[in-house]
Nanobody, 129 residues
Framework: QVQLVESGGGSVVPGGRLKLSCVAP????????MGWFRQAPGKEREGVAAIYIVIGLTYYADFVKDRFTITQDNTKSAAVDIQMNDLKPEDSAMYYC?????????????????????WGKGVQVTVST
């Protein structure tokens, strides 16, 4: 079974930057919608961004547009990064990587948890003074 491993979480001050990475060790799937979700305490999990790794098509939630960038790491198979700039306290959450292996992304489905069949365990991102 495919496993996803996230890295790069941490604590930053408002306005700071972090880069999260997600890799599927040992797996070489070449078609998937790979996404990042986040969940803050007391809130529902929400889609942050996604990329269809076959063609690099990306999707973003409105609240991260122009601040976050999702990219495929072409040095590895089935690996994506998300660069998070201008972080705000409200960005604090557990961030999860997810993959819909064998599926594409779409403007509606990319933010649906049930679209994805593989999840990582998450990394914590904290933005505070």
């Amino acid at each position: 079974q495919v496993q996803l491993v996230e890295s790069g979480g941490g604590s930053v001050v408002p306005g700071g930057r972090l880069k999260l990475s997600c890799v599927a060790p040992g797996d070489t799937f070449t078609s998937a919608c790979m996404g990042w979700f986040r969940q803050a305490p007391g809130k529902e999990r929400e889609g942050v961004a996604a990329i269809y790794i076959v063609i690099g098509l990306t999707y973003y939630a409105d609240f991260v547009k122009d601040r976050f960038t999702i990219t495929q790491d072409n040095t590895k198979s089935a690996a994506v990064d998300i660069q998070m700039n201008d972080l705000k306290p409200e960005d604090s959450a557990m961030y999860y990587c997810a993959a819909a292996v064998g599926s594409s992304c779409g403007p509606t489905v990319w933010k649906m948890e049930q679209w994805y069949n593989t999840w990582g365990k998450g990394v914590q991102v904290t933005v505070s003074t």
